[in-house]
T-cell receptor
Framework: DAGVTQSPTHLIKTRGQQVTLRCSPKSGHDTVSWYQQALGQGPQFIFQYYEEEERQRGNFPDRFSGHQFPNYSSELNVNALLLGDSALYLC????????????FGPGTRLTVT | AQSVTQPDIHITVSEGASLELRCNYSYGATPYLFWYVQSPGQGLQLLLKYFSGDTLVQGIKGFEAEFKRSQSSFNLRKPSVHWSDAAEYFCAVLGGATNKLIFGTGTLLAVQP
């Protein structure tokens, strides 16, 4: 049973560019959450998707957007990249009926130059 | 607002010594509390969780944590540390009406031979 997978592993982008990160949830999970972990910090909640809709959002600008597909996989898009967007982006999946068991993927390391 | 504080940024212990990592939370109702571990280049792995009941909870890898409501604390302990325990440890609380995890800034554990 595959756990949460994320792609790509690493990514280097230039300021102003756009980036798309991908997440496949653990088998059977229907809810995907995205977190940003800056260097030396704990993960910060970006948003959560359930039934292909954004259900809740953290304190992140509209440059951060997402999508969830019918197979529950998800994408995180960031537009107009800033240097401060450099971070590890983590995806977590869970069942809607059991949010207490969130399984994390290995993350995507984004570097903005 | 809900928050988590991990007062110790960095801790060094000798292999075989006991370990206690501190975590304080701010939350109005009964909190759902978690400890995660993150090894370099890895995602977050759940060590243990507390929802209710017995205030001493057992987790994986020989870790345990004690919930103390009077002190708003949820400290992580291990009686004998192994070199493989070197990693970063995050305490988190689950938002009540939401399913987002709120993390502390983490404690980096180094283990001396």
């Amino acid at each position: 049973d595959a756990g949460v997978t994320q792609s790509p592993t690493h990514l280097i982008k230039t300021r102003g560019q756009q980036v798309t990160l991908r997440c496949s949830p653990k088998s059977g999970h229907d809810t995907v959450s995205w977190y940003q972990q800056a260097l030396g910090q704990g993960p910060q909640f970006i948003f959560q998707y359930y039934e292909e809709e954004e259900r809740q959002r953290g304190n992140f600008p509209d440059r951060f957007s997402g999508h969830q597909f019918p197979n529950y996989s998800s994408e995180l898009n960031v537009n107009a990249l800033l240097l401060g967007d450099s971070a590890l982006y983590l995806c977590a999946s869970s069942w809607d009926w059991n949010p207490y068991e969130q399984y994390f993927g290995p993350g995507t390391r984004l570097t903005v130059t | 607002a809900q928050s988590v504080t991990q007062p110790d940024i960095h801790i060094t212990v000798s292999e075989g010594a006991s370990l206690e990592l501190r975590c304080n939370y701010s939350y109005g109702a009964t909190p759902y509390l978690f400890w995660y571990v993150q090894s370099p280049g890895q995602g977050l792995q759940l060590l243990l969780k507390y929802f209710s009941g017995d205030t001493l909870v057992q987790g994986i890898k020989g870790f345990e944590a004690e919930f103390k409501r009077s002190q708003s604390s949820f400290n992580l302990r291990k009686p004998s540390v192994h070199w493989s325990d070197a990693a970063e440890y995050f305490c988190a609380v689950l938002g009540g009406a939401t399913n987002k995890l709120i993390f502390g800034t983490g404690t980096l554990l180094a283990v001396q031979p």
